[in-house]
């Protein structure tokens, strides 16, 4: 209802006015009732009696003959304060006598003549001919004859003016309680809207800021039940202030978790779309964070491993139980990257009957994967070693005694021409084998400590290593370095150094193509002070793009699937790290140098700090103990 207000206080002052008017209403209206009853019960005696003793006063004036009389006693009865009219007739309801102040009354009504029948010999009779007109009348007799009768009319306005006096006092009184009684609404609804308003207030601050608790708690004025009501709300929002602390500290605690955990975790609704993922599972995928939530698995993974995740997910919410230990395996990125998952999902519910998502934890086995790998290539290339360590050991004692053989065949035989050049070719390839062996026997024998090592020696004996790969792929071997140049280092691992540089510029080399070996004296080019060698392998081979190069350290990475194990440049890197020495690389693709004209290519420069024996050995006493 649009009129009817909207506050506590107006609603309860315009019900009481309602409700009190109706009363008051109801109670006039009985009392007007009551009084016109009363009125007409009154009117009735007062003409009854009237008519009856203006009746007695005629008959003793017809029985004494003195008929004129009755002019007095009929103006005497018109002044009586309920009287408005009083006559006398004869029998026939000729009128003898008349008082009232409406002379044209002289003769009867056809009304009141038609009451004379009905008038009772002896009795007063009450007529009343309309709501507003009451008239008794009486006979009256001289002796036994019937002489005429007493007319008495009730004076109307007497009654009216009564119940008028009720009602003006009712209405008085009524106006009177009105006012009272708004009074005292206004006063009672002061103490309940004002406590009320006060708790209408919080519940919109509250509803508007639940985090605020600046209007809290609110203050209670009142000692009854909203006083009551309100320190009862004010402990509902201390509660739930402290709940929702709970809360937030949980869910603070939960992202934290989430966000650092150093595994992949996703949830999943039942159309297997991303509700939520952490950073370590978008790394995994290789797509920005925001760009998986709503997204299908086939959306970000490839399409095989995606469907089996995805499999795996629906059975989870249909089956209600957790899966485990799912390993998935697939290529991404550029260059091609093999990665290895461990995929467990499990069912979150929010009731005892529901399950709503699936989460799914994923480990990242791929660096595992790559170090079993490399450790079984490991245990294969050091049980290599081993066998070639051992056949060189077995080689060296017949390689002896051909040698000598040689020799005295040579020096002590007489032998011709043709035979001596025979014997001469059969010394060389005998010194060669022996150099082989020796080599070999140097790459597997590692010294555990510095000692001062050529150069020349070190990159002679890589090269010739290689020499039968470098003769196959017919590629031009050029040498630049001092054959005395030294440096203070640990030999072995240096020449493992060179050795990965060099074989892995063949394997990026094609047929034809040229290596570049040089080495010399230099300075560090971030401490121009500090001295020491400087050596770099170059190729013109394939090159290397931006994304191999940075990553091109890193463990187990490599570009060689089928032959590779990722550990060459990163053993390289720790043993040059280790002689506090620096790298650098420049490599160029085919792409890149496609308008320049020039040839691709990859150039390794390494830098190893010198000094003297006695300062190279403190340098590297540390390194070398662990």
Not at 185 to 206: D, E, N, Q
Not at 223 to 235: H, K, Y
Not at 401 to 426: G, H, K, S, W
Request: glycine content about 6%; hydrophobic content about 40%.
């Amino acid at each position: 209802m649009r009129w009817w207000p909207r506050t506590i206080r107006w609603q309860m002052l315009a019900g009481l006015f309602l409700l009190e008017s109706l009363s008051l209403g109801l109670f006039a209206a009985l009392l007007v009732r009551q009084q016109e009853r009363r009125v007409y019960q009154r009117a009735q005696e007062s003409l009854e009696y009237d008519s009856t003793f203006l009746a007695i006063q005629a008959s003793e004036a017809f029985n004494q003959h003195r008929p004129g009389a009755l002019a007095s006693f009929v103006r005497m009865m018109v002044d009586a304060p309920t009287v408005e009219t009083a006559k006398i007739t004869d029998a026939d309801g000729n009128v003898l006598f008349l008082g009232s102040e409406y002379p044209d009354r002289d003769t009867l009504e056809p009304a009141e003549r038609a009451q004379i029948p009905l008038v009772q010999r002896g009795r007063p009779t009450v007529f009343k001919f309309d709501s507003n007109r009451w008239e008794g009348v009486h006979s009256f007799y001289a002796g036994k004859q019937l002489r005429g009768y007493t007319w008495v009319e009730f004076d109307r306005n007497r009654a009216r003016r009564q119940i008028e006096s009720v009602l003006i006092d009712t209405a008085v009184f009524g106006i009177i309680w009105l006012v009272a009684s708004a009074v005292l609404v206004l006063l009672m609804a002061r103490s309940i809207a004002r406590p009320l308003a006060i708790l209408h207030g919080g519940t919109r601050a509250l509803m508007n800021s639940p985090e605020s608790g600046g209007n809290f708690p609110l203050p209670v004025h009142v000692g009854n039940e909203i006083g009551d009501l309100i320190e009862a709300f004010n402990r509902m929002v201390a509660s739930i202030a402290e709940q929702r602390a709970g809360l937030n500290d949980t869910l603070s605690l939960l992202d934290s978790m989430l966000a650092n955990a150093p595994i992949g975790l996703a949830f999943f609704d039942r159309r297997c779309r991303f509700v939520r993922v952490n950073q370590v599972f978008a790394g995994m995928t290789g797509v920005p964070l925001s760009r998986h939530l709503g997204r299908t698995l086939p959306e970000l993974l490839p399409l095989p491993e995606a469907k089996a995740l995805e499999d795996t997910v629906l059975r989870v919410f249909a089956q209600e139980e957790p899966e485990r230990n799912l390993e998935l395996s697939g290529h991404t990125g550029k260059p091609v990257r093999t990665w290895t998952w461990l995929v467990s999902a499990y069912p979150v519910r929010t009731t005892s009957h529901q399950v709503r998502w699936v989460g799914v934890i994923v480990l990242d086995a791929s660096d595992r994967k790559r170090s079993e790998e490399a450790l079984r290539k490991s245990e294969k290339l050091a049980a290599t070693g081993r066998l070639a360590a051992s056949i060189a050991h077995e080689i060296n004692n017949p390689l002896e005694a051909i040698t000598n053989l040689l020799f005295l065949l040579r020096n002590y035989c007489e032998l011709q021409d043709p035979a001596l050049n025979y014997v001469t070719m059969a010394e060389h390839e005998a010194r060669r084998i022996s150099e082989i062996t020796q080599q070999t026997l140097r790459f597997y024998r590692q010294s555990t400590l510095p000692t001062r090592a050529k150069m020349a020696d070190l990159l002679d004996s890589v090269l010739s290593l290689y020499h039968g790969r470098l003769n196959s792929q017919n590629l031009q071997v050029e040498r630049r370095y001092d054959p005395e140049m030294d440096l203070f280092c640990f030999a072995g691992e240096l020449r493992q150094v060179i050795a990965n540089l060099v074989g892995n510029a063949i394997d990026a080399s094609n047929s034809g193509g040229r290596l570049l070996v040089r080495a010399r004296r230099s300075r560090n080019w971030k401490n121009p002070e500090q001295t020491g060698v400087r050596f770099a392998v170059a190729d013109t081979g394939t090159g290397m793009d931006a994304e191999v190069r940075e990553r091109a350290f890193e463990p187990f990475f490599t570009t060689k699937e089928a032959t590779g194990t990722g550990l060459g440049l990163w053993v390289s890197h720790e043993i040059i790290m280790k002689h506090h020495g620096i790298v650098h690389v420049r490599s160029h693709t085919a792409k890149d140098m496609a308008f320049s004209g020039k040839t691709s290519g990859t150039v390794f420069q390494v830098f190893i700090p010198d000094g003297s024996p006695q300062a190279a050995e403190n340098r590297l006493a540390t390194v070398a103990q662990v």
